[in-house]
């Protein structure tokens, strides 16, 4: 079974930058898609960015020009940098990840998700 863990979120005042990180663990696996969802307080979860073999990414509109999704060196990572932050960012993040295939298939594995917090 694999295991997706985030980490990097927090509290940034609007303007400012965070980066997240997201670790898959429990066994050597296959994912030509992965990539990063956000649900805030009373809205359904929304997909922020993904990335597929060979490096296309994908956005969404509000995010577009200020988020960068990238895989590490390590195929086992898998980060999200996000510039110029608002309070509407602010989100519970979730990386996620096709395991055993690509993106015209659906995400089937999940972390636990990181909360960000955009607030003066």
């Known amino acids: 079974q694999v295991q997706l863990q985030e980490s990097g979120g927090g509290s940034v005042q609007p303007g400012g930058s965070l980066r997240l990180s997201c670790v898959a663990s429990g066994y050597t696996y296959s994912s030509y898609c992965k990539g990063w969802f956000r649900q805030a307080p009373g809205k359904e979860r929304e997909e922020v960015a993904r990335?597929?073999?060979?490096?296309?990414?994908t956005y969404a509109d509000s995010v577009k020009g200020r988020f960068i999704i990238s895989s590490g060196n390590a195929k086992n990572t898998l980060y999200l940098q996000m510039n110029s932050l608002q309070p509407e960012d602010t989100a519970v993040y979730y990386c996620?990840?096709?395991?055993?295939?690509?993106?015209?298939?659906?995400?089937?594995?999940w972390g636990q998700g990181t909360q960000v917090t955009v607030s003066s």
């Open positions: 990335i597929e073999t060979g490096g296309d990414t």
């Open positions: 996620a990840a096709v395991v055993g295939g690509y993106c015209d298939r659906p995400f089937n594995s």
